[in-house]
């Protein structure tokens, strides 16, 4: 489901229709299984990438698939044990109270923000997620925060937030 694509003659504000149209999409389907919460779309200098969180919740509604929420855990397991910089961060503490109960891996920045990284330079990822619930912008979670700080530090990239209305 997810790809990099080249980003030629493509504006920011096309890109946010379309990360609302998935998020829409989405939604459709919902009402037949347990699915993503938000959405996510990441730039770089020159290619782009859209992402969707991994949903680990009790389903709401019956499933199709008996064993989703367990497929859905393996996968945000996998995440954590193939991204370098999520794997670099599970060892910090989440602050009392936070609200970040989901799963390392979990977020719909894990893959854009892996698949467009630096290779043995840091590159600026401009990133924009929104809920399915609203298709409002939601902040940069504790978790993805940390994991933004790891790659500055690995050297790979610099994560600026994008806003919906900057
Ligand atoms: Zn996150």
């Known amino acids: 489901m997810c790809y990099v694509q080249e980003k030629k003659n493509i504006t920011n504000e096309s890109l946010i229709e379309d990360l609302r149209n998935l998020a829409v999409k989405f939604k459709l389907m919902e009402a037949l299984c347990n699915l993503p919460t938000t959405t996510n779309f990441t730039i770089s200098k020159d290619r782009f990438m859209f ?17 989703i929420q367990q497929n859905n855990a393996s996968a945000a397991s996998a ?9 670099g961060s599970t060892h910090v503490e989440m602050p009392p109270g ?23 330079c840091s590159v600026e990822l ?4 929104i809920t399915l619930k609203d298709l409002e ?8 925060n ?8 690995m050297g790979v990239a610099k994560v600026v937030p994008m806003h919906l209305f900057p």
């Open 98 to 120: 936070s609200i970040c109960g989901h799963p390392w891996g979990n977020c719909s920045e894990a893959t854009p923000w892996e698949a467009l990284r630096g290779e043995d």
């Open 146 to 153: 940390e994991v933004a700080k790891t790659m500055k530090s």
């Open 51 to 67: 992402g969707a969180s991994i949903c680990i919740g009790i389903p709401k509604h019956k499933l199709t698939r008996k064993n």
């Open 79 to 87: 995440r954590v044990d193939v991204i370098p910089s999520i794997k």
């Open 126 to 129: 401009n990133s924009l997620t």
């Open 137 to 144: 912008e939601k902040e940069i979670c504790y978790k993805c």
